[in-house]
């Protein structure tokens, strides 16, 4: 069902419109020569059941009703119909004209509209050189693109209303439209940590990352550098500076070609977590100290490749039984050294069951290491808490404070 439906239809509307307002519902109407009524003596096919219908009202919807001769059509639902017929070039063309920055706002809160629309009115809404928050229509307006957006939105009250809000929505959406528009928003000039949440995100379209690199900001250039999922194409043009070629290096989503291209900085190529198995043993083949000691740290290394390394040298013992891609066999017997439990205890990847036997040696150093380890065991974590060298360890430890939320049950 679409508009065209009711085209040359007069429709009897019962109470008020909710996403337009009733000057604006009816001039949209009228392109499709959709008449709307408020008098039931008209003649009428369909009623539109608004909100806030008046006692009278009600009592001429139940009448209709009973008389089993009309179409009943819901507002919401009706006025998504209307949503969907706008012609968005006429519209754009029409604000633009009217410099109307009321009706431009109103459509920008109307829940109605496509994404796609609220984009292109969006670009085109003048924020008058002031922050989000600065004055009531940015605010609205801020509010508005948060809402429309945020995950979960009925869960952080009033998040549409603070610059936090548009932070913590980079960070969670993928859709690449909206980062490219908040990019594109006067008042991020405010905001450089929204740029550099931008230059870090993996979605960030290329085009914007491309536009930051022109404008050089220091702190956004650097984000840029570290960004894994930078662009390859983009990459290219950045390695002949050396100083960015090492952080690329470290960073970027390595395939051969970046690998071959980035192979004079082995030291810090060790150090990047999307390492293949070949580049791995490639590297492992340099012989090289540093290199060796880098990758020892790498928790995308294979099992057989910190095995190789673990056997090569005792002094990579520290990185590696500190490395959560080390083998659970691996760990299990180097707990029979002494000099290694300090390690093991800092390691989430040790089984509970050799980190519950670091307990047990209540030596202040390891349980000062195993209050602060995700994968302790929450009843050792509990009695840890008890122990003033290591409550606030136990408090600052994600895991225990996410398992203390999931019971509700509090601090101790």
């Known amino acids: 069902m679409n508009l065209e439906s009711f085209k040359n239809q007069k429709i009897l509307l019962l109470g008020k419109t909710r996403a337009f307002s009733d000057e604006e519902f009816r001039s949209q109407l009228k392109t499709y020569m959709i008449e709307i009524t408020k008098e039931p003596s008209d003649p009428f096919l369909y009623v539109l059941e608004g909100r806030m219908q008046t006692p009278y009202e009600q009592n001429l919807l139940d009448e209709l009703y009973e008389m089993k001769k009309y179409e009943f059509l819901s507002i919401d639902e009706f006025e998504?119909?209307?949503?969907?017929?706008?012609?968005?070039?006429?519209?754009?063309?029409?604000?633009?004209?009217?410099?109307?920055k009321e009706r431009l706002k109103a459509f920008l809160q109307n829940e109605c509209i496509t994404d796609e629309l609220f984009f292109k009115l969006l670009k085109n809404y003048k924020w008058s050189g002031e922050d989000f928050f600065d004055n009531d229509d940015n605010r609205d307006v801020t509010a508005a693109l948060i809402e429309r957006f945020y995950e979960n939105i009925e869960r952080n009250h009033n998040v549409q209303f603070a610059t936090t809000g548009l932070i913590h929505l980079i960070s969670q959406t993928d859709n690449t439209d909206l980062l490219e528009v908040i990019s594109e928003?006067?008042?991020?000039?405010?905001?450089?940590?929204?740029?550099?949440?931008?230059?870090?995100?993996?979605?960030?379209?290329?085009?914007?990352?491309?536009?930051?690199?022109?404008?050089?900001?220091?702190?956004?250039?650097?984000?840029?550098?570290?960004?894994?999922?930078?662009?390859?194409?983009?990459?290219?043009?950045?390695?002949?500076?050396e100083n960015v070629a090492r952080k690329l290096a470290e960073n970027i989503t390595l395939n051969q070609e970046m690998f071959s291209l980035l192979s004079k900085y082995v030291i810090h190529?060790?150090?990047?977590?999307?390492?293949?198995?070949?580049?791995?043993?490639?590297l492992l083949a340099l012989d090289d100290e540093k290199?060796?000691?880098?990758?020892?740290?790498?928790?995308?290394?294979?099992?057989?490749?910190?095995?190789?390394?673990?056997?090569?040298?005792?002094?990579?013992?520290?990185?590696?039984?500190?490395?959560?891609?080390?083998?659970?066999?691996?760990?299990?017997s180097a707990f029979a050294d002494e000099n290694n439990h300090v390690f093991l205890a800092k390691n989430?990847?040790?089984?509970?069951?050799?980190?519950?036997?670091?307990?047990?040696?209540?030596?202040?150093?390891?349980?000062?290491?195993?209050?602060?380890?995700?994968?302790?065991?929450?009843?050792?974590?509990?009695?840890?808490?008890?122990?003033?060298?290591?409550?606030?360890?136990?408090?600052?430890n994600a895991a225990f404070g996410k398992y203390i939320q999931t019971q509700n049950i509090g601090w101790l």
């Open 269 to 282: 190529l060790a150090r990047n977590t999307t390492l293949d198995a070949t580049m791995q043993r490639y």
């Open 185 to 241: 928003l006067e008042p991020v000039k405010f905001h450089p940590k929204i740029k550099v949440l931008l230059a870090t995100h993996p979605k960030t379209p290329k085009k914007v990352l491309k536009r930051f690199l022109k404008e050089g900001e220091a702190e956004v250039l650097e984000a840029i550098y570290t960004n894994e999922s930078l662009d390859h194409t983009l990459a290219k043009t950045l390695i002949d500076d």
């Open 291 to 332: 290199v060796d000691e880098n990758l020892a740290q790498n928790s995308s290394l294979t099992s057989e490749n910190l095995e190789v390394l673990y056997k090569k040298s005792s002094n990579l013992h520290p990185y590696i039984l500190q490395n959560k891609a080390t083998p659970k066999a691996l760990l299990k």
């Open 80 to 100: 998504k119909l209307v949503a969907q017929g706008i012609d968005s070039d006429v519209l754009l063309m029409s604000l633009k004209l009217s410099n109307d």
């Open 348 to 396: 989430e990847a040790t089984p509970q069951e050799i980190l519950t036997k670091l307990y047990e040696l209540s030596k202040s150093d390891i349980l000062l290491e195993l209050a602060r380890n995700e994968n302790t065991p929450v009843d050792l974590l509990y009695q840890m808490q008890l122990d003033s060298r290591f409550e606030r360890a136990v408090r600052t």
